[in-house]
Every structure is written in structure tokens, then in C-alpha cells.
């Protein structure tokens, strides 16, 4: 799989909920999985 490094402006406290819920490492991850449940 090929990946893609974007940038993105969102609101601070929605980042900062992803950010406790996804781990110290895991936001990509989260991200990704959340924007493919949206696309489905």
C-alpha cells in the first residue's frame, strides 16, 4: 500500500479526543480508518 502525507486543518478538540482514543502513536491510523468508514 502506498501512502500519502497530507495536512489538514481541524478543530483542536476533536483532535485532541482522536489523539486519547487513538494512543501516542496511533492517530494516522485512526484517521485512516475513520475516513474509510465514512467513504463506505
Known amino acids: 500500500m502506498t ?4 495536512s489538514l486543518t481541524l478543530n ?5 479526543e ?3 482514543i487513538a494512543g ?3 492517530l494516522s491510523r485512526y484517521m485512516a480508518r475513520a475516513l474509510r468508514n465514512q467513504l463506505q
Open 24 to 26: 501516542r502513536r496511533g
Open 12 to 16: 483542536e478538540a476533536l483532535v485532541g
Open 18 to 20: 482522536a489523539r486519547h
Open 3 to 6: 501512502l500519502a502525507k497530507v
